[in-house]
């Protein structure tokens, strides 16, 4: 059996579908609150917590809690390293797109 | 996973807010209304007090409308490049409208150069910030042709007269701004998934 090409090994944090669906949605702007994400990638409160913790331990998110009018508001921003982690992600993405389609 | 729908959604939302646009028609639409006889003749006219009146009921549009979005949709902040574009073309916008209305009240052309201006700005501005939708080559097209029509030359005061299509044009384009956003936001939901952290349904 040929050794996998490492080129091809998909970020695995990145690649689960909810977190793959936060950082997208982050990808085209600056920040976005809870509401936001929660509307944008359908997941659940839970769901969305849990995702959202995750990528914040790894480095590949900001997030701010702050209270506004007795309210708690979570803002999240991708950081540096998440931007350029999406951005690979997509590229490697796009790499096995191109191996395995007809022409490739 | 359509990453696409996903990546514009964000993007495209501030730009998308189409009920903010209801109270900008509804000024224009007064506007029209109130400086054009048998109403209103300019400069200041008994129906004044109705303008003020449909200011503060826009003021209070605008509140309403951005409590909603926030309420429904949450807060986003657009980076720091779609901000200048969008100020770059606002600026831009507003240049082009007061090159239109000044053209207005020196010639006395039988067209209309404010709304044309007006709709031809707003044409270029969805096609720059990449949210042009077939709606809005219908209306604001059709706008900038009725504009430019030779049909003003007889009006008593064509830049107040113009602001009746602008307004009602304003509103519908808002309207279909606004069912755009939430039909691209059901779009990002179907997009995205939900499942636990462990990724199991």
């Given at each position: 059996?040929?050794p996998?090409?490492p080129?091809?090994?998909?970020?695995?944090?990145?690649?689960?579908?909810?977190?793959?669906?936060?950082?997208?949605?982050?990808?085209?702007i600056?920040?976005?609150?809870?509401?936001?994400?929660?509307?944008t990638?359908?997941?659940?409160?839970?769901?969305?917590?849990?995702h959202?913790?995750?990528?914040?331990?790894?480095?590949l998110?900001?997030i701010?809690?702050?209270f506004?009018?007795?309210?708690?508001?979570?803002?999240?921003?991708?950081?540096?390293?998440?931007?350029?982690?999406?951005?690979?992600?997509?590229?490697?993405?796009?790499?096995?797109?191109?191996?395995f389609?007809?022409?490739? | 996973?359509?990453?696409?729908?996903?990546?514009?959604?964000?993007?495209?939302y501030?730009?998308l807010?189409?009920?903010?646009?209801?109270?900008?028609?509804?000024?224009?639409?007064?506007?029209?209304?109130?400086?054009?006889?048998p109403i209103?003749?300019?400069?200041?006219?008994?129906?004044?007090?109705?303008?003020?009146?449909a200011?503060?009921?826009?003021?209070?549009?605008?509140?309403?409308?951005n409590?909603?979005?926030?309420?429904?949709?949450?807060?986003?902040e657009?980076?720091?490049g779609?901000?200048?574009?969008?100020?770059i073309?606002?600026?831009?916008?507003?240049?082009?409208?007061?090159?239109?209305?000044?053209?207005?009240?020196?010639?006395?052309?039988?067209?209309?150069?404010?709304?044309?201006?007006?709709?031809?700005?707003?044409?270029?501005?969805?096609?720059?910030?990449?949210?042009?939708r077939p709606y809005?080559?219908?209306?604001?097209?059709?706008l900038?042709?009725?504009?430019?029509?030779?049909?003003?030359?007889?009006?008593?005061?064509?830049?107040?007269?113009?602001m009746?299509?602008?307004?009602?044009?304003?509103?519908a384009?808002?309207?279909?701004?606004?069912?755009?956003?939430l039909?691209s936001?059901?779009?990002?939901?179907?997009?995205?998934v939900?499942?636990?952290?462990?990724?199991?349904?």
């Amino acid at each position: 059996m040929e050794p996998a090409d490492p080129d091809l090994n998909l970020d695995r944090l990145v690649h689960e579908p909810g977190r793959l669906a936060i950082l997208t949605v982050l990808s085209s702007i600056k920040s976005a609150d809870f509401t936001f994400l929660q509307q944008t990638t359908g997941l659940t409160k839970g769901n969305l917590s849990s995702h959202l913790t995750k990528l914040e331990e790894a480095g590949l998110l900001t997030i701010d809690k702050r209270f506004v009018r007795k309210k708690s508001q979570t803002t999240a921003s991708l950081t540096k390293v998440g931007r350029q982690r999406i951005e690979a992600h997509w590229r490697q993405l796009d790499k096995l797109r191109g191996q395995f389609s007809p022409g490739g | 996973m359509e990453t696409k729908a996903l990546a514009s959604v964000g993007g495209n939302y501030y730009t998308l807010r189409g009920l903010f646009a209801l109270p900008t028609g509804l000024i224009f639409l007064a506007a029209g209304v109130f400086n054009t006889p048998p109403i209103g003749a300019e400069p200041v006219s008994p129906s004044a007090p109705w303008f003020v009146i449909a200011l503060a009921v826009a003021g209070v549009g605008y509140y309403a409308f951005n409590r909603y979005y926030v309420a429904t949709f949450g807060r986003v902040e657009p980076s720091r490049g779609t901000l200048v574009r969008i100020t770059i073309y606002t600026v831009l916008c507003a240049a082009a409208v007061c090159v239109g209305i000044t053209l207005d009240m020196q010639q006395d052309w039988p067209i209309s150069l404010y709304g044309a201006a007006f709709a031809g700005a707003l044409l270029a501005y969805y096609r720059l910030l990449d949210v042009f939708r077939p709606y809005h080559l219908g209306l604001l097209g059709g706008l900038v042709v009725l504009c430019l029509l030779p049909i003003w030359g007889g009006a008593h005061d064509k830049v107040s007269l113009v602001m009746i299509p602008m307004g009602l044009v304003t509103i519908a384009v808002g309207l279909l701004d606004h069912r755009d956003l939430l039909s691209s936001m059901r779009q990002a939901r179907r997009a995205g998934v939900d499942e636990d952290v462990n990724g199991t349904r």
